[in-house]
């Protein structure tokens, strides 16, 4: 002890105090450094709850309640990546502690973060991270890193898997979801009546990938982990994201998101620029079932239309269709609406209704991801601008097309998924509309008689 100040060192735990007399005051003045986590971490609960093994830390008092702090963090194993794919597991951070709010961020944090206030767009492409705990809100704020989810549910970081057992541990019917839902949130109803500090941990990032089987690219998305569920918010350009995880449900909606967006995640382009797409969703025991709302695109898949047109330019009836909506630029959907279900192993279309330019299409089939085959029964149906000009005469256009108006040709897709084979029953349906236009004939006559 010297002028009023110690030092005091405990070299098994890598733990230093230095007290010192505050100039003009009789107050001193503290700073506490640890050397080495990974000596503290056996003996540190919180350095367990965060994961914190490894690093070194110097805390040192500028006044009264507040603290100046800086952290070296060193064998990390969140599951936060670099855009090259590479693990962040070492991070530099330095901020202080305020009435008990702990703010830390990386050095280039509030250049990396600043935007535009009249675009709200970053003003540039530094990375940056900052961690707030402010009673039970732990915050991670990332720009430009990637997120894995995957890792997320697995992790063992205390932090993570206690908001996350619930999503794991046991899974439950519809019906006691509810319940759960319900209680859920009657207890947040009550920590807020009687001001009773929640436990939230929350993670914003900015222009981040969320890796879960799929890259799925976002441009700002919030992940808040409460009362062992999971909400999400965010948006990629003009769409919006919403989803909530609980008890191995989730609960999936996508707005006014564009073909950008599905080529991305898909690597490959298999929508043009313009389209436009909602979706809906519930993912239950890792299989996703849900259903796409399509406006204005035009399926740019050319291992699919490649195939289907060499078909096509065997088919004198089918070939004059190529024009602008149905061409080798694509296949022009006005709209369309597809169920499907999603698993591991295989990607089932229950039910696929586009309405195109000039050819329609209904079916359904399925995908092998694994085996990286397709197998799909569609019906086409042709002569839609015949089927107008009809129209304005009932009866003629009931005897030569139908009720619907249209010509239907049974479609096969099938085989490998680069090269699949397309086969048409186009001879079979042409040999057979003088029998089916004399059986309406028949039917008119018959109505009319009755």
């Known amino acids: 002890m010297t002028n009023g100040g110690f030092e005091l060192?405990?070299?098994?735990?890598?733990?230093?105090?230095?007290?010192?007399?505050?100039?003009?005051?009789?107050?001193?003045?503290?700073?506490?450094?640890?050397?080495?986590?990974?000596?503290?971490?056996?003996?540190?609960?919180?350095?367990?709850?965060?994961?914190?093994?490894?690093?070194?830390?110097?805390?040192?008092?500028?006044?009264?309640?507040?603290?100046?702090?800086?952290?070296?963090?060193?064998?990390?194993?969140?599951?936060?990546?670099?855009?090259?794919?590479?693990?962040?597991?070492?991070?530099?951070?330095?901020?202080?502690?305020?009435?008990?709010?702990?703010?830390?961020?990386?050095?280039?944090?509030?250049?990396?973060?600043?935007?535009?206030?009249?675009?709200?767009?970053?003003?540039?492409?530094?990375?940056?991270?900052?961690?707030?705990?402010?009673?039970?809100?732990?915050?991670?704020?990332?720009?430009?890193?990637?997120?894995?989810?995957?890792?997320?549910?697995?992790?063992?970081?205390?932090?993570?898997?206690?908001?996350?057992?619930?999503?794991?541990?046991?899974?439950?019917?519809?019906?006691?979801l509810l319940q759960e839902r319900q209680f859920i949130l009657e207890k947040e109803r009550y920590e807020r009546r009687n001001g009773i500090p929640p436990s939230i941990v929350q993670l914003e990032a900015t222009r981040s990938n969320i890796i879960y089987d799929y890259v799925i690219p976002t441009d700002e998305i919030t992940l808040t982990l409460r009362s062992g569920r999971i909400d999400a918010n965010g948006k990629y350009g003009n769409g919006f994201l919403e989803a909530e995880i609980l008890h191995g449900w989730a609960n999936i909606r996508l707005d006014n998101f564009s073909s950008q967006f599905i080529n991305v995640v898909m690597g490959k382009k298999l929508l043009n620029e313009r389209s436009l797409f909602n979706l809906n969703g519930r993912i239950h025991n890792r299989v996703f079932k849900g259903n796409i709302d399509i406006q204005q695109a035009t399926f740019m898949e050319y291992a699919f239309l490649q195939n289907f047109f060499a078909t096509i330019d065997t088919l004198p009836n089918l070939a004059s269709f190529q024009k602008p909506g149905f061409s080798k630029d694509g296949y022009e959907i006005k709209h369309g609406k597809i169920e499907f279900s999603l698993s591991q192993d295989n990607l089932g279309f229950e039910k696929i209704d586009l309405i195109g330019s000039t050819i329609d299409i209904e079916g359904n089939g399925i995908i092998d991801l694994k085996k990286k085959t397709i197998d799909l029964?569609?019906?086409?149906?042709?002569?839609?601008?015949?089927?107008?000009?009809?129209?304005?005469?009932?009866?003629?256009?009931?005897?030569?097309l139908g009720k619907d108006g249209k010509i239907s040709t049974k479609i096969s897709i099938k085989g490998a998924l680069d090269k699949p084979k397309v086969a048409t029953t186009l001879a079979e349906d042409f040999l057979t509309a003088p029998i089916d236009m004399l059986d309406r004939m028949l039917n008119i006559f018959k109505e009319f008689g009755e």
């Open 9 to 176: 060192s405990i070299p098994k735990l890598a733990l230093t105090i230095h007290k010192k007399p505050k100039e003009n005051s009789k107050d001193s003045l503290s700073t506490i450094t640890i050397t080495s986590l990974a000596t503290l971490y056996p003996y540190s609960p919180a350095l367990q709850y965060y994961g914190f093994k490894a690093g070194s830390v110097e805390l040192a008092e500028i006044d009264k309640n507040i603290f100046g702090m800086n952290v070296n963090l060193t064998n990390l194993e969140y599951p936060i990546y670099t855009k090259n794919g590479k693990r962040v597991d070492s991070l530099s951070v330095s901020g202080n502690i305020y009435n008990d709010k702990l703010t830390l961020a990386t050095p280039n944090w509030s250049v990396a973060n600043q935007k535009n206030h009249k675009t709200n767009t970053p003003l540039n492409a530094l990375t940056g991270i900052e961690i707030i705990k402010n009673k039970g809100l732990l915050q991670f704020k990332i720009k430009d890193y990637d997120l894995n989810v995957e890792e997320m549910f697995h992790s063992n970081i205390p932090v993570l898997r206690e908001n996350l057992e619930n999503n794991e541990s046991k899974i439950i019917s519809e019906e006691k």
């Open 377 to 400: 029964r569609l019906q086409a149906s042709t002569l839609k601008t015949l089927g107008k000009i009809l129209s304005q005469t009932p009866v003629l256009g009931y005897i030569i």
